[in-house]
């Protein structure tokens, strides 16, 4: 048994790496906004097509990070993670 077919990675985004940051700083929410508009562009999909998500740790929230993000983006959550794995985060 396995998520064959039911979950698929379609789309990534990332900032540009950089030893001394050259954008104006952002809270976390931010950001999440920011990357989370790229990925789905990278993707081709539209945000309603999105039911969940999995995250880490949120600087804004100490309560579940899942919730706040997609909440701060206006998508209905039906599925949820929070990952905290020290180094393996998601």
């Given at each position: 048994?396995?998520?064959?077919?039911?979950?698929?990675?379609?789309?990534?985004?990332?900032?540009?790496?950089?030893?001394?940051?050259?954008?104006?700083?952002?809270?976390?929410?931010?950001?999440?906004?920011?990357?989370?508009k790229?990925?789905?562009?990278?993707?081709?999909?539209?945000?309603?097509?999105?039911?969940?998500?999995?995250?880490?740790?949120?600087?804004?929230?100490?309560?579940?990070?899942?919730?706040?993000?997609?909440?701060?983006?206006?998508?209905?959550?039906?599925?949820?993670e929070?990952?905290?794995?020290?180094?393996?985060?998601?």
């Open positions: 048994m396995g998520l064959r077919g039911d979950a698929a990675i379609v789309g990534i985004a990332e900032y540009k790496p950089e030893r001394r940051s050259s954008r104006a700083p952002k809270f976390h929410l931010e950001q999440w906004t920011d990357l989370a790229a990925a789905l562009d990278d993707a081709g999909i539209h945000p309603s097509e999105v039911n969940g998500i999995c995250a880490n740790r949120l600087a804004e929230s100490d309560s579940f990070a899942p919730s706040t993000i997609l909440e701060y983006l206006g998508i209905p959550m039906n599925f949820g929070m990952v905290d794995l020290g180094g393996a985060t998601a």
